[in-house]
């Protein structure tokens, strides 16, 4: 294998770029792959590190969970929740089909 | 002395003596920002308009007599990641060039409750990724310092705009050190607290485990003045912690007798630049004056700090990025071709995202993709637990670690931007305190050839007191605050 695919291929980014709904260009798909392996090579140091039967942590200061009521509030006005929308139609944003 | 110059809290004393109107004193830093702003580029968006009502309205309570809050007049910059209402916020990107947020973020209502003018909305790196500023849609921020040098990242803007004198504060955010970079290189104060001491409501997410808002000020007085405004509990960030009410201000002076100060070895290691690191030693030495122990300790697993940082932080900002659809914000890409849900989608991204936010989405959509998720996401967050260990051990043996915020002083603008590795490792001291929770303060401890070296002080959780303490009482040897770029 090629060591600029080392870590991560060029179609493995087109595949990932789909996954993330996020168009490449040619070029765009050439640097990355090699950057990516670049930075992955890098990242790897981590394999060094002994972490079994150590627990992840998921929040640094220990909170877990946390519940209020649920009582209603003031929410946006309809007016304003769209007023950014690139498409509207009526009290709705309006989206590409999907079918 | 110009009176953009003076302190937050020299400003408010003379608008609460009346000697300055607050009305007059945004007259002079918008005409100050006039005559900068050409070469710094610190603001997205100026808010004259705004910023003269508040004034007015601040300027009649005085008159008035009537009870005004702790940042009465004082312009405020705030970084374009904060939302604000009726104010654009664009985080820098074009995706949503165009966004005005209905609502404003917690610490936007608090600013603004204590009377705060808010002059701006700062300049950053694309949704707050990068050290350098260079990856805004709207163009890279100066230095002040040397405008042919980076200004640090990802709060350039708000960094830039206190060292050229176009703000008395700022807000910044730091996910990685996005605070402290930009304060080390400007030559101003940041402090980045505690994971939950601020709400981050209205932050537009990039990394939300690790990120915290912060203030940022040209004196360490004036950045626990701000911090005493934007601290405690929000129910409507659940990641935030209940804790008492304080008034960092108070308290600042005092003895530092005795205090146990450790220097981490791994953090002046080889790669550090050797200006920094004697910098910080001579910095250190000096606190002796104080009565302060200080030595070299080894905290081995800094060094994968920066691995598990960059591949959390990339996981959370694919997924956290992933609203952004063009469907009910931001840019959407238009034809007049019968294009489905998917394809628009994808164009709006690929049209509206910069290189490096792409960059990163693919990484972490990588990291967290089935096959690779315990390799790597699952993995640092396993390592964040060992490095937390640590970092605990180390607060059983010292009060406060001192190294250095920037491995490297301000760079060229263009330098790096091409090596994305090589601008991540610039984060090496910076990520740590935000991988584990802990409050971390940066100011400058001396100069080099006209450009500012930041020393960064790290506290247990919840000590942002102590560490402003430190900050304090450095000043008062170091008089950093007299110092100022020649623009």
């Given amino acids: 294998m090629e060591k600029r695919e080392k ?20 070029e765009e798909k050439e640097l990355y792959t090699a950057q990516l392996n670049e930075i992955l090579e890098y990242f790897n140091r981590l394999s060094e590190i002994n972490t079994e039967n150590v627990p992840p942590t998921y929040h640094v200061i220990g909170k877990v969970n946390v519940f209020r009521e649920d009582e209603i509030q003031p929410s946006l006005q309809v007016e304003e929740a769209l007023k950014n929308a690139p498409k509207k139609r009526n009290s709705f944003f309006e989206a590409p089909k999907i079918l | 002395m110009k009176v953009y110059w003076l302190s937050a809290q020299e400003i408010k004393q003379k608008i609460l003596s009346q000697e300055l109107k607050v009305e007059e004193v945004v007259q002079i830093v918008l005409e100050r920002i006039r005559e900068v702003e050409e070469k710094v580029n610190a603001f997205v968006t100026v808010c004259e308009k705004e910023a003269f009502q508040k004034a007015k309205e601040v300027d009649k309570k005085i008159v008035e007599g009537r009870k005004v809050g702790l940042l009465a007049g004082i312009p405020v910059a705030v970084k374009d990641n904060i939302s604000t209402r009726n104010i654009r916020t664009t985080c820098s990107s074009k995706i949503l060039e165009n966004y005005v947020p209905p609502f404003n973020a917690t610490v936007v209502e608090k600013i603004l409750a204590e009377d705060a003018v808010i002059i701006g909305k700062t300049n950053m790196d694309e949704f707050a990724m990068g050290t350098t500023t260079e990856t805004s849609f709207f ?15 990802s709060s350039g803007g708000s960094a830039a705009a206190l060292a050229a004198g176009e703000a008395f504060l700022a807000l910044g955010s730091d996910t990685g050190g ?17 994971y939950g001491l601020v709400s981050r409501y209205g932050l537009i997410a990039y990394a939300n485990t690790f990120e915290q808002i912060g203030p940022m000020a040209r004196t360490t007085a004036d950045c626990a003045l701000l911090l005493t405004v934007i ?36 953090m002046v290691a080889e790669g550090v630049d050797e200006k920094v690191v004697k910098a910080v030693f001579d910095y250190v030495s000096r606190l002796e004056e104080f009565e302060v122990e200080w030595e070299e300790f080894s905290l081995p697993t800094l060094n994968y700090a920066l691995p598990a940082y960059y591949l959390i932080a990339m996981s959370e900002a694919s997924s956290n990025l992933a609203r952004f659809d063009g469907i009910r914000y931001g840019y959407r890409f238009s034809s007049d071709g019968n294009l489905d849900w998917n394809d628009v989608f994808s164009k709006s991204r690929k049209e509206g995202f910069g290189a490096e936010v792409k960059r990163r989405i693919i990484l972490g959509t990588y990291a967290l993709s089935a096959g690779y998720y315990g390799k790597f996401f699952l993995k640092s967050l396993k390592t964040i637990t060992l490095i937390k260990k640590d970092f605990e051990e180390a607060f059983k043996r010292f009060d406060v670690l001192v190294g250095p915020t920037m491995p490297v002083l301000p760079f060229k603008l263009g330098e790096k931007i091409n090596d994305p590795l090589a601008l991540y490792l610039c984060d090496i001291d910076t990520v740590p305190a935000n991988l584990v929770g802990i409050p971390a303060i940066t100011f400058p401890c001396s100069f080099y050839d006209g450009l500012p070296i930041g020393v960064q002080i790290m506290g247990a959780p919840f000590k942002e007191d102590l560490i402003l303490k430190v900050a304090y009482m450095s000043e008062k040897i170091l008089q950093f605050s007299r110092f100022n770029p020649n623009l």
């Avoid at chain 2, 163009?139 to 990242?153: A, E, F, I």
């Avoid at chain 2, 659940?238 to 146990?260: C, D, F, M, Q």
Wanted: aromatic fraction near 6%; hydrophobic fraction near 35%.
């Fill in chain 1, 7 to 26: 870590h991560i291929s060029r179609s493995q980014v087109e595949h990932l770029a789909w996954l993330a709904r996020l168009e490449l260009t040619e």
């Fill in chain 2, 139 to 153: 163009g890279p921020t100066k230095n002040p310092w040397d405008l042919t040098r980076v200004p640090g990242g």
């Fill in chain 2, 178 to 194: 996005s605070i402290r970079c930009p304060a080390s290189f400007c030559g101003v104060v940041g402090l980045k607290p505690t």
């Fill in chain 2, 231 to 266: 601290a405690g509990w929000d129910w409507r960030d659940s990641t935030s912690i209940e804790t008492p009410p304080k008034n960092y201000v108070e308290g600042l002076a005092g003895s530092l007798k005795k205090l146990k100060v450790g220097i981490p070895r791994e």
